[in-house]
Structures are given as C-alpha cells and as structure tokens.
C-alpha cells in the first residue's frame, strides 16, 4: 500500500490542474491515470477561450495550438446567420492531448507524482469517511490511502457514485464527431448549428484545425434523442455542402452533463472537480 495526504483520480484537465496547485502549496499529492499518457484517447472538440489557455498556465505555442480563431459563425434555427466577431476575444483549436501532456508535466514539476497506467476501482471508508482508494496497475492491486480523495475521473466517475453515491446526471447530451480533412474552410471561423433541426437540444459544431481539416460533432440532449447520435453526426454532413465530400480521418464521442454542477460535490474525505462534479 502507499500512503498521501491527496490522491487524485483522473489525469484529465481538472486533475492536473488541482493536483498542480495542491503541489505548489506543499501537499504531497498522487495523480493517477487509467490510460497510458495523460490526454489519451482524446474525447473533445478541442475549442479552447484564450482565458481558458491563460487560466491553465500556458503559453500558444504551435504544439498545443492548431488553429487560432477570430470569429464564430452562429446559424439559428429558422436558418439566419449571426456572426460574433471583436479584436478582444481569441480562442483557439488545440491539439488536446499535448495540452493535457502540459498539464500533466506541469504537476509533476509542482511535486506532484503521476502513476499512469492505473486505476482506481473502488474507494475505501472508514467510519463514513473516505479515507483512500483501491488501484489496480497491470495483475498488481493496491490501496492508496490519503486524507483526501479528489475525483477527476471525467463524466462517468467511480468516485461520484462510490463515494457519493450520485450514478449519473439527470440531464446530459451525447456527442458524436468525427474529423474530416479535404475541407475547404474560412480557417480562423468555428460555426455552429442551433436548434432542433439538427441536433435536439444541444448544437452542431465545425471547428477548424486548419483551412482543410476540422473537427466536426454534435451533441443531442439525450432525452430529445429519437435515433443514435451518429445518425444525427451523419445526417448533418450530408445535408452540408460544405463538410460533405470531407474524408473521415478520426472519430470520437462522449457524453457531457447539462445539469451544471451538481448540488453535492463533497463528502467527507472527499471532492468531486471537472466534469465529474457536473
Ligand atoms: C465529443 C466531445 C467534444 C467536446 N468538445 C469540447 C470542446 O470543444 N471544448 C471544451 O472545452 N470541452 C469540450 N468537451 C468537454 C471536455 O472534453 C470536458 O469538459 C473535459 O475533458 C473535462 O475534463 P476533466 O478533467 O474533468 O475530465 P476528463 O477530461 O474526462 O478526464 C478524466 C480523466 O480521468 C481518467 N480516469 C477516469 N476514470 C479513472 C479511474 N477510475 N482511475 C484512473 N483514471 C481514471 C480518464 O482516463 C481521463 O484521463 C467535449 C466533450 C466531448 C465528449
């Protein structure tokens, strides 16, 4: 067994930023990460506010950053286009598994160790407070015991519904996105879909990587839903001139809760961040 005073599970954004700042203020701190590299596979559009690159501690370099963006083309659903465009704001498509690699080294030069290939599966108590997890890395299974336990382990956490309980969301969107290249685009402008017509509840969205590649999703309101969401993804491109000669080059998906942040997000021993907590 090991022992911490915090043990975050999840190396996604939410767990290397906490486990960053918990390690500049002198906490010993372990990170741990079911898959091989932080950011691995990645489940994300990859749009990112300058604020948002700020906040994170980093710089857009031309590793993180693939496209930077200077306006958003908004369709709406009787069909008029509003387009958002001001010399303040800038976002940016980013290469998003580098951006969590930052992150991730940035935690680790904080202090923070980072155990990747492992897995919390379960969290242990002790007179109702959680006082550490059980891990498994490769045949090996361990406990890590610690003060507290942070779960940053994205939208389905293990540490939510062990430790609070909480199984799911009431209300979440299902995302389906492929990337296409062979594109022709106006490459600095992200668009996007409202309204029902499209995608039920949520929206469609075309972010550019570069003038001839863009990630190009969909999110459903799962409750809205009358078909598979890589139905909708599908029936969107081949109704737009635009995307539809585009060559599939990656697919990805995922769910996103709508709820926002859920009414408990800590317990005794432990908290919830990032999309874990909503
Ligand atoms: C299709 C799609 C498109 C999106 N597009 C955008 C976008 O364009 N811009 C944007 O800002 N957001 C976007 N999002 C949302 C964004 O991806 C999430 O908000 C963000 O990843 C949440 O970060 P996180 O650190 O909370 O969780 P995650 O990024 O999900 O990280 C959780 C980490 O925990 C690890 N993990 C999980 N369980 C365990 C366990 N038991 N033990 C150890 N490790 C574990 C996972 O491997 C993962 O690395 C999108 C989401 C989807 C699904």
Redesign the pocket.
Known sequence: SLSTDIVV???????CMVAKTAAELGVNVLL????PS?GLPV??????SEKTLVEAGLCPETSIISQSIRKAHVYTPNGKQVTIENDRSRGYIINRHIFDARLSEDAVTAGARLMVN???VDVIRRGGVVVGVKAERGDEQFIIWSTLVIG????AS?VRRQALGIPYFKSYGV?A?YTLSGLNLEPDAVEIWLGRKYAPGCYAWM?PKSQNVANV?ISVLAKHATKPVIQYLQDFISQNPKLRDGVIISK?????PTTGTLDQVVGDGVMLV???AG
Do not use: K, S, Y
């Not at 599970?9 to 767990?15: D, K, Q, R």
């Not at 489940?43 to 990112?48: L, Q, R, S, T, Y």
């Not at 990805?252 to 996103?256: A, S």
């Open positions: 599970v999840g190396a996604g954004p939410a767990g741990l990460e079911e898959h932080p489940f994300c559009g990859e749009a990112i492992t897995r919390a940053a382990d994205g939208h293990m995302c996105q972010f999703g990805t998906g995922g769910m996103c990032g999309v874990a």
